[in-house]
């Protein structure tokens, strides 16, 4: 058997960090496989999809590293602590650890007492290690934390490292003052808005970056805070603009009044990835957000306008085009001319798209231009299609446009494409999905889709003879919501 060496293992390891069931399957291999997967298993211990409840051997492993005299004083507090062995770890664990996830240690922690007072003093105890044995903390999500971890012995130069940072507004903002002193260095940012009372301290961490390169806001609360002049974000958003010339990703979710969006956002010139409502956005202001480097770019289905103008104003490198949420509780104004007008604008500006999410009309002309859009974008691998029709539709009409898009998907879909997610008012005969699945010629095709009506047994078995031939892959049905959510895997 050829075997490796360790450097080249571990370049291999690295590039399956994300892959923790093939990680954990490593450390079984030989003593070199196990030397060599353990150091980036532990990088970051907390980040894995596991019930760290359970997992009692990392209670064990962070408690060992505990002086004598501080179990002792843990004991008697009631705290169960491992038993005592004299048998030393077979690595040096929490040396190899970059970062801290307060929820999932505070998971850890309650393993050794169910009373909130002794959780907090041992989870003290646990952030004291870390500061000692860490060598610099790249990562760290702060959510729900109850410990000033930034005035521990060492934490000054721990946290001068500090690259990813996750929190939420709950925290008192004396935490983000600790923050803003410690940590200008940060590249990638994420803040929950959980409390909307006051965002000076999270406003002044932003503020203070000098290499901010992803910034995410996301509102998860029901509570209206106007804030300053009916601007909820105005101070959030004017720190923001400090890394106009650093920040490449952006992605806001914000729930209420935002006037400040439209002065601030155009300046954000480095854009890679956008993720916004702009619904606040005059025609003029939107004219102005010209990105050359935009490869991402994901707004709601009602501002296809907003859409249509900086897809125009982009460098010709988008890569992704998501359009959500596809919920039609309203009528859309010009849905129907801005709905045209958008997949006109894609195929002639965007000729590197790779994954693409489309909502329109089933008229005859969106049908041409969506077919010279498939045409005319080559790399298109992922493609999500909703149809809706404002007038009322009949069976019959359904089932006709179902044809007239097989019919285009057949002639022109770029033979790169693997994945075709379709929901809507539109429904493909069992003769005429037969017909596309004969005249596929591309990658073995995914198609996800939320109508009922291929659940039955005539579809069925139309769909496992083409999964036996290899020209399905997978033919899903799933939740509308999960067929409309790119993110969601088959």
Not at 434 to 457: M, P, Q, V
Request: hydrophobic share 35%.
């Amino acid at each position: 058997m050829f075997k490796f060496n360790k450097d080249i293992l571990f370049l291999i390891f690295e590039e399956l960090q994300d892959d923790s069931k093939s990680l954990f399957s490593y450390l079984m291999v030989n003593r070199l496989w196990c030397k060599t997967v353990t150091p980036i298993l532990w990088k970051n211990p907390w980040c894995y999809d596991i019930d760290y409840s359970n997992k009692n051997y990392l209670f064990i492993i962070i408690a060992s590293y505990l002086s004598e005299d501080i179990k002792e004083s843990l004991t008697r507090e009631g705290i169960q602590l491992p038993p005592v062995t004299y048998q030393p770890l077979l690595f040096d664990y929490i040396s190899y650890c970059r970062s801290i996830n307060v929820n999932t240690l505070n998971t850890i922690a309650s393993i050794g007492s169910s009373l909130a007072y002794n959780q907090f003093i041992l989870q003290q105890e646990f952030y004291g290690i870390f500061m000692n044995k860490f060598p610099e903390l790249k990562y760290l999500d702060m959510r729900s934390i109850r410990h000033q971890i930034f005035y521990f012995p060492g934490a000054r130069v721990r946290f001068e490292s500090l690259c990813e940072l996750k929190c939420d507004t709950s925290v008192n903002s004396s935490y983000f003052y600790g923050l803003a002193y410690l940590c200008q260095y940060i590249q990638r940012l994420v803040i929950v808005n959980t409390d909307p009372s006051d965002y000076h301290g999270a406003s002044k961490l932003i503020e203070v970056q000098k290499n901010l390169k992803y910034f995410e806001w996301k509102d998860d609360h029901d509570i209206y805070a106007p804030g300053p002049d009916g601007d909820s974000y105005k101070e959030v958003l004017f720190a923001l603009e400090e890394s106009a010339n650093t920040i490449n990703h952006l992605v806001l979710d914000f729930k209420f009044t935002d006037h400040t969006s439209p002065k601030v956002i155009p300046k954000l010139h480095k854009l890679k990835t956008l993720i916004n409502i702009f619904s606040d956005f005059k025609e003029q202001q939107l004219k102005m957000c010209v990105y050359h480097d935009l490869e991402i770019f994901k707004i709601d289905y009602y501002n296809l306008k907003a859409a249509s103008i900086i897809i125009e104003n982009s460098g010709g490198y988008l890569k992704k085009i998501l359009l959500e949420p596809y919920y039609f509780n309203n009528y859309v104004n010009d849905f129907n001319e801005d709905s045209l007008i958008l997949i006109r604008n894609i195929h002639k500006y965007c000729p590197t798209i790779e994954c693409l999410s489309l909502i329109f009309s089933p008229s005859n002309e969106h049908f041409t231009e969506l077919e010279k859009l498939l045409k005319n974008c080559q790399n298109l691998k992922s493609l999500l299609l909703v149809m809706f029709d404002h007038a009322q539709s009949t069976h019959e009409n359904i089932l006709e446009y179902g044809k007239s898009l097989l019919e285009i998907l057949i002639s022109s879909t770029p033979t790169n494409m693997k994945e075709i997610r379709i929901c809507g008012e539109f429904e493909f005969s069992l003769e005429d999905l037969e017909e596309f699945l004969e005249s596929w010629d591309g990658c073995a095709l995914s198609i996800l889709t939320s109508e009922f009506t291929y659940e039955k047994e005539d579809y069925q078995d139309l769909i496992n003879k083409y999964k036996n031939n290899g020209v399905i892959k997978n033919f899903i049905r799933e939740s509308y919501e999960n067929v409309i959510n790119i993110n969601f895997k088959m």
